[in-house]
Structures are given as C-alpha cells and as structure tokens.
C-alpha cells in the first residue's frame, strides 16, 4: 500500500467510527499527540471517538501532502456543539507502510471550554444525585 492508501485509510476508518481498521494501519511504536491528548496507544488515542463522532455532522478534505513516509492532511471538522467548525491539520510518520506517529493541530480553545462545561455539569448532577435531587 501507498502512504496515500495507508494514511486514507485511517482517516476514513477514524470518521466512521471504525477503531479496528484505523488501528490496523498503526504500527509499534506508536505515538500520538495533540493539544488535549497524548497517547503511546493506537487504541488508546481513539477511546473517546464514539462521543467526538456523535457531534459530527461531516468532514471536508482541504488538501492532502504526501511523500514516501509522510503525509499532512489539512480538513474541516463541521459539528452539532458550540464549537461549529473545526479547522484540523494531522501529520503522519510511516514506517514499513503502518503510521508510527500521528500529530494532531487545531485551536483546542473553544473544546476546552465546552469540556469545562461537560465537567461542571457532571458535577453538578453527581452532587444533586447524592442529595437525591434530580438533575
């Protein structure tokens, strides 16, 4: 397979929902790294998609680099929550055809505030639970 098949692969893998093809194009050791996340797991790094991927509304592709054992993806991230559109840019190591790293660029500040939101609602669900008050 070509950096291109491989890299596609995963990407296409990641965006519908399917961890076990995105994780066969990974090899070991792994590395993935993005402004809320660092990861040695392939399957690790994507423990949270079920959640991300039910906020996602679509992906568009803006431009795709490739060389022999590297590739960048720059794409849009459109999603049903208050951060809206995402602009994303992914870079990919390849070693013997499988992606060794991965890392992951965006403008985490409006994630963290929506994860800061997600919190203190947790929070105070937990704390109106344990004094039997629904929440």
Do not use: K
Not at 9 to 20: K, N, Q, S
Not at 55 to 62: A, P
């Amino acid at each position: 397979m070509t950096t291109s098949d491989v890299v596609r692969g995963y990407h296409e893998a990641r965006f519908r929902g399917d961890v076990a093809a995105a994780v066969a194009l990974t090899a070991t050791p792994f590395q993935f790294s993005s402004p809320m996340l660092q990861s040695d797991d392939p399957t690790g790094h994507l423990a949270g998609l079920p959640a991300f991927l039910s906020i996602v509304t679509g992906v568009r592709l803006l431009s795709e680099l490739y060389g022999p054992d590297e590739a960048t993806l720059v794409y849009d991230v459109h999603t049903a929550s208050p951060v809206g559109t995402q602009r994303t840019a992914e870079h990919f190591r390849l070693t013997g055809g499988l992606i060794t790293s991965i890392t992951l660029i965006f403008d985490a500040t409006p994630w963290q505030a929506l994860r800061s939101a997600v919190v203190a609602g947790q929070a105070v669900r937990s704390v109106a639970g344990q004094h039997g008050v629904a929440g």
